[in-house]
């Protein structure tokens, strides 16, 4: 390629020696003990087989073993696989889905879950929301809207970081997974459709509604971006993980 001047002259550019690092210094600068470890764990787990069975040993145990995730009623198989995903990324173990109305094992799902697909062989199905929760010892809808909809008696969080405050205040953000004596310490996430959200019915079935803020240009937060938002502090929160510096 050349460059055209006044005149009739022309030029070819010059060649720039910064740009793109090369495979070798992008391996040196991404490589860590702690990455290939975790690579050879998501290497070992390929396969529907071994997905349906394994489970990361970590110490100290996974942040939010004591959390589910729970999807009501999702639509798009993406959703479900960035879900899984976001599970993985935050030690969320348990996946729940209730009334999909997609397949939650198709390919896009796989290919966004990135790492995560074991979840969505592991994740359980529902055919109603008070049946994924009832081991849960205390569940929060999500939605930005939900306020409506709420039962008398039950508690609104006006922010993710207000909801995983009182959770931690309660003993409920837990680096355990509970056992069959302490089920009731579970916690559970309730996201609702892509579109509709949550029905009236179904915010009533949680102990508490929580509104993540955001401002006055756009209606709502789509479903993956609340589920990371509200993972993240509670991630963070259950860690102690506070970006003070210190």
């Known amino acids: 390629m050349h460059v055209h001047l006044k005149g009739g002259h022309s030029v070819a550019p010059q060649s720039r ?28 787990s390929k396969g529907a087989d071994t997905q349906r ?5 970590l110490e100290p145990p996974p942040a939010l073993a ?13 959703n479900v696989g960035s879900a899984a995903r976001l599970c993985n990324c935050f030690e969320c173990e348990d996946l729940r889905v209730v009334d999909s ?31 994924a929760i009832a081991d849960c010892a205390y569940s929060i ?31 409920l953000l837990s680096g355990s997974s509970p ?15 892509e579109v509709e959200g949550l029905m009236p019915e179904e915010v009533a079935a949680c102990n508490a509604v929580c509104q993540l ?11 993956t971006h609340a589920i990371a ?9 259950a860690t102690d993980n506070v970006c003070s510096g210190e």
Not at 179 to 193: C, K, L, M, Y
């Open 141 to 171: 809808a999500f939605g930005r809207w939900a306020e409506g909809s709420m039962a008398s008696g039950q508690r609104l969080f006006r922010s993710a970081s207000a909801m995983a405050g009182y959770l931690e205040q309660e003993g």
């Open 17 to 44: 020696s910064v740009g793109k690092p090369s495979k070798a210094q992008h391996k040196f600068v991404t490589t860590t003990p702690d990455r290939e470890q975790l690579l050879q764990h998501i290497r070992q």
């Open 179 to 193: 056992s069959e004596d302490t089920a009731q310490q579970r916690v559970a996430f309730v996201f609702g459709r």
């Open 101 to 131: 109305g997609c397949n939650i094992r198709a390919r896009s799902s796989m290919n966004a879950a990135m790492g995560g697909q074991r979840l969505l062989w592991q994740a359980a199905e529902y055919s109603a929301l008070p049946d």
């Open 213 to 223: 803020p955001m401002g006055r240009l756009q209606e709502s937060l789509s479903l």
């Open 53 to 57: 069975l394994w489970r990361p040993q």
């Open 66 to 78: 004591a959390l589910s995730l729970v999807l009501v009623g999702p639509k798009k198989p993406p």
């Open 229 to 237: 938002i509200a993972m993240s502090v509670a991630f963070e929160t």
